[in-house]
């Protein structure tokens, strides 16, 4: 599902491009983005080739202004309720060159690999020759019945408890935690965007990490949720912008 449902990193960055272009969204001048995900380095990997399609033809001055981003790394890129708050996004908030045109483009994505022989929870990453798990700290957390030490995963692993049902499997509860994750994160920009006022555009979904073959290179999906406008008058639903998924190259 997840994967069928994904369109290219190419077809994402030119959505996003898109969105900012529509709501007069300049990155380093009126706004900046925010991304919250997983310290995964290929998370990493996937952020930096976003970044770069979007300034791709920019002026060196412009690359510098793009580079205005904020980044709230949490396991899986669950921002949990009852644990992370709005407190943490403030410094993005406070950062905006325009204080007259306050605006935050906020990019959340969790992550799960997916391989043709393993299926999800699994990728080859770039020059490996052997599986890795991903999102390793939700599969671990989800399949096994340890209780982890870190605070941080401890309060994942009663989180996926918590929205966890008979039958789940990978795919389907790291859709779950998203989805729980995206209520508390649109609550949470609300209430920052009445403080701050801001204007926010909220972008939620889930990275589908492949496997790389040698010489491969981004080949990744994107599996777009929401698309939300949040501002001190209220939550838009944006579904209208959502892009066309299905993307022929993303097909197993």
């Not at 490996?128 to 390793?136: E, L, N």
């Amino acid at each position: 599902m997840l994967l069928e449902n994904s369109i290219s990193l190419e077809d994402f960055s030119g959505f996003v491009k898109r969105i900012l272009k529509d709501k007069y969204i300049e990155i380093g001048e009126n706004a900046i983005m925010v991304y919250v995900g997983c310290s995964d380095d290929q998370c990493t990997t996937v952020l930096e080739e976003i970044k770069r399609e979007i300034r791709e033809g920019n002026s060196k001055d412009d690359i510098i202004k793009n580079d205005e981003i904020y980044e709230r790394r949490v396991f899986g890129g669950i921002f949990l309720p009852n644990f992370h708050t709005k407190e943490s996004l403030i410094p993005a908030a406070h950062h905006i060159p325009d204080e007259k045109m306050k605006k935050l483009f906020v990019l959340h994505l969790s992550h799960i690999g997916y391989d043709n022989e393993r299926g999800y929870g699994y990728f080859i990453r770039y020059h490996h020759k052997k599986h890795s798990t991903a999102c390793g700290a939700i599969k671990n957390l989800f399949e096994s019945n340890d209780i982890p030490r870190d605070i941080d995963l401890l309060y994942l692993k009663r989180f996926i408890e918590y929205v966890k049902d008979e039958g789940d499997n990978l795919e389907n509860i790291t859709l779950k935690l998203l989805k729980s994750s995206e209520e508390h994160m649109i609550k949470e920009l609300f209430d920052l965007a009445k403080e701050e006022n801001l204007d926010v555009v909220y972008i939620a979904g889930i990275e589908v990490d492949l496997s790389k073959k040698s010489g491969e290179y981004y080949n990744d999906g994107i599996y777009v949720d929401r698309v939300m406008n949040i501002s001190k008058d209220g939550i838009r639903d944006l579904e209208v912008l959502k892009p066309i998924a299905g993307h022929s190259s993303m097909h197993p």
